[in-house]
């Protein structure tokens, strides 16, 4: 069986003897998951932050249950590599959306230039030196909370050069991307990272639903728009129509009410349609991966661009204090469906 390491729980600020489960709630989660999940008592402390945050309700998820019952399943582990390693997603996604432009990117230790053919280290450099903006170096993979991407202005291209000689970044595929100008009306939340819409989605049984909407903020001067797990960046949650929700959440947990001085209340995404019929578009040809998490920037001129496509760790735990329980209606639908696999 699959074991996830634990993760630091982002409901302890809620915690309280009023959010203790009673008997009757305990049955409901039992009668929801027992089916498919062998051990429920780990994912309690989720229900209970929940409780005292919002309200409880058993079609909440705990990720003690997701990942280790219920993700591996809606999406295949022969699938979600591909399907989300930075270096193919033009490739999969190229026709459906934007991409920021990518000069570099390795893929199984083999390095490609713009056009996807392979190339010698030493054209690899040339193409560093040739290059006249700063790049940003991305892992393609286990990137999570940001983890190894770094930005080089060119006064440091010597080293990014070095780097690439030496095999440092050859042992690990990467992506080198220019930075994306981002629109006006993501900007304003942190001009040093880019801050990319969530949209988690699920296709099951020939239908695409969204699941969750958010916005992800970075915190002053990062590059990184991820939220880790202190008291930075935030995530909040989006109204269909752009609006943003009354709060957010830092990656801890913690509740705020804005972020670097722009008040979540009554702020606005003007152009937020597009990225939701982008989320759509994109799933539509890759329904082997049942949910994924869905990174997608709004560029300057208010187009929608392609960051990420997490298809392995989706997340779900801020997305659903920003948005409620992950699939909603469809709970039921989805576990029926996990329960034909087991």
């Known amino acids: 069986m699959f074991k996830l390491k634990p993760k630091k729980n982002r409901l302890l600020h809620f ?13 409901l989660i039992q009668k929801k998951w027992g089916g498919v999940v062998k051990n429920l008592t780990p994912g309690y402390v989720y229900y209970r932050g929940l409780k005292a945050l919002d309200c409880f309700d058993a079609n909440y998820l705990s990720s003690a249950y997701f990942y280790p019952y219920i993700e591996r399943i809606l999406n295949p582990a022969k699938y979600k590599f591909n399907l989300g390693h930075k270096a ?4 999969v996604y190229g026709d459906i959306i934007a991409h920021p432009k990518t000069l570099l990117r390795s893929y199984g230790g083999v390095m490609f230039n713009e056009e996807y053919h392979a190339i010698r280290k030493s054209d690899a450099i040339r193409i560093i030196r040739a290059a006249e903006q700063p790049l940003l170096y ?6 999570a909370q940001g983890d190894g991407i770094r930005k080089f202005d060119v006064s440091e291209f010597d080293e990014l050069c070095k780097l690439i000689d030496s095999n440092r970044l050859g042992q690990t595929d990467f992506v080198l991307q220019y930075l994306v100008e981002q629109s006006l009306d993501t900007k304003v939340f942190n001009p040093t990272s880019l801050n990319c819409m969530r949209i988690t989605t699920l ?17 002053q001067n990062s590059v990184v728009d991820n939220i880790g797990s202190g008291r930075r960046g935030v995530i909040v949650g989006i109204h269909p129509d ?4 009354e709060r957010g959440f830092y990656g801890n947990g913690e ?18 349609h597009v990225v939701e019929d982008a989320a759509y ?12 998490g869905w990174d997608i920037a709004l560029d300057y001129n208010n187009n929608p661009i392609l960051i990420e ?20 209606e469809r709970t039921d639908e989805v576990i029926d469906y996990v329960r034909l696999y087991l």
């Open 255 to 272: 509740i705020a009410t804005e972020h670097n001085g722009v008040r979540f209340q009554d702020y606005k995404i003007n152009h937020f």
């Open 15 to 27: 915690l309280s003897e009023e959010s203790k489960l009673n008997k009757d709630e305990i049955y």
């Open 138 to 143: 991305k892992p393609a993979v286990d990137s």
């Open 281 to 292: 578009r994109l799933h539509q040809i890759v329904p082997s991966c049942k949910i994924i």
């Open 309 to 328: 496509g997490n298809t392995n760790y989706p997340g779900i735990s801020l997305e659903q204090m920003c948005s409620g329980p992950i699939f909603g």
């Open 203 to 219: 296709n099951l049984n020939g239908h695409i639903t969204i699941c969750s909407r958010a916005i992800k903020c970075g915190p």
């Open 88 to 91: 193919m997603l033009e490739l």
């Open 242 to 245: 752009g609006s943003l929700c």
